[in-house]
């Protein structure tokens, strides 16, 4: 592989805190080892309109504590065509960019690799999400951020569960994956969670929770439920009120709040490891990978192996301990 001078970096799909902290150790880790950096902004659709701009040391100064992300993002359906993806090629090519580092999710890392395999531009995948749901790593960046927010938000909801004794019914995003609701369950004592794809059995169980009067040992009952596109927290809280109608029942959507806000100290440090590796990974001629975490130790996974993980087993694990400690 030719050796690498000059590394792009992008942003793509959606935002997640911690992008900032991993901007920030990709450019200052390259700059250090006497590489050139070229920011991209807005993902891969910049790339295709050319919206790129040298990056210096300074120019990441003062953001390992901003969320968001500095390169913007935006989704691009031009660049899922061949002629789009070349256009974006020829402008990397021309800016002299020997590789790039992107930063996202699933779609992101698809859309990395259809830019190598097309075009053999290398690529090095730095997962940022706050749903955690890819494999081959125990964390991505941003989730930990999301799920403090997630407890911060329903600490304060039992305030106001506790002093009316009501049911609250917490949307929160996480889509598919449901680790969001399932560890924010856990971590904020809730009584029961409901997720997408185990939806109707948890809707069963929380029936015959409230049939067995869990509010007998309780002051307030939290419920939080994963984002679904045919069963959010509206609906769920619907299906209970219409037979349980004596409850004083509430719902709170939780929306963007989540993806928002300043990183945590763990997705911070998670963000600065994993920018320094991929730029080592690079200058090794180990490209073409994603950086993952396992067992707290950075490692480096085949980008063809940076897929979705919405795995049931992991799934079930985290319900049963919900189960357990809802008593």
């Not at 989540?258 to 945590?264: N, V, W």
């Not at 763990?266 to 080592?280: H, T």
């Amino acid at each position: 592989m030719k050796k690498i001078e000059c590394i792009g970096i992008l942003t793509s799909g959606g935002d997640a805190p911690g992008m900032n902290a991993a901007i920030r150790a990709v450019t200052r880790a390259a700059i250090f080892k006497k590489m050139t950096v070229k920011a991209i902004k807005r993902g891969y659709k910049g790339l295709i309109e050319n919206d790129i701009e040298d990056f210096k040391t300074q120019n990441v100064s003062n953001i390992i504590q901003q969320g968001g992300t500095i390169l913007k993002t935006a989704r691009s359906e031009e660049f899922n065509t061949y002629e789009g993806m070349k256009k974006a090629y020829e402008n990397a090519k021309a800016h002299g960019i020997d590789a790039l580092v992107v930063l996202g999710g699933d779609g992101t890392f698809a859309g990395a690799k259809d830019i190598l395999n097309n075009f053999g531009i290398p690529v090095v995948g730095i997962p940022c999400t706050i749903d955690n749901d890819l494999s081959n790593t125990d964390y991505t960046i941003g989730y930990d951020t999301a799920l403090n927010t997630i407890i911060e938000a329903v600490d304060k909801i039992r305030d106001t569960a506790n002093s009316h004794d009501r049911l609250f019914f917490i949307e929160v995003m996480g889509r598919n994956s449901g680790f969001l609701a399932l560890n924010g369950a856990i971590a904020s004592g809730a009584e029961s969670v409901i997720i997408p794809d185990i939806c109707p059995a948890e809707i069963d169980e929380l029936e015959n929770l409230i049939s067995n009067g869990f509010r007998k040992t309780k002051k307030s009952s939290i419920v939080l439920v994963a984002e679904s596109k045919t069963m959010g927290a509206l609906q769920v809280a619907e299906e209970v009120k219409k037979k349980h109608p004596e409850y004083d029942t509430r719902v709170i959507i939780l929306g963007h709040i989540q993806r928002g806000g300043s990183p945590t100290a763990f997705d911070r440090i998670l963000a600065s490891k994993m920018g320094i590796e991929a730029v080592n990974a690079l200058l090794e001629n180990d490209a073409n990978v994603m950086i993952g975490i396992d067992n707290c130790k950075i490692t480096r996974i085949p980008i063809d192996k940076a897929r979705k993980n919405n795995e049931p087993a992991d799934k079930n694990k985290l319900l049963e301990i919900v189960k357990t400690l809802s008593i």
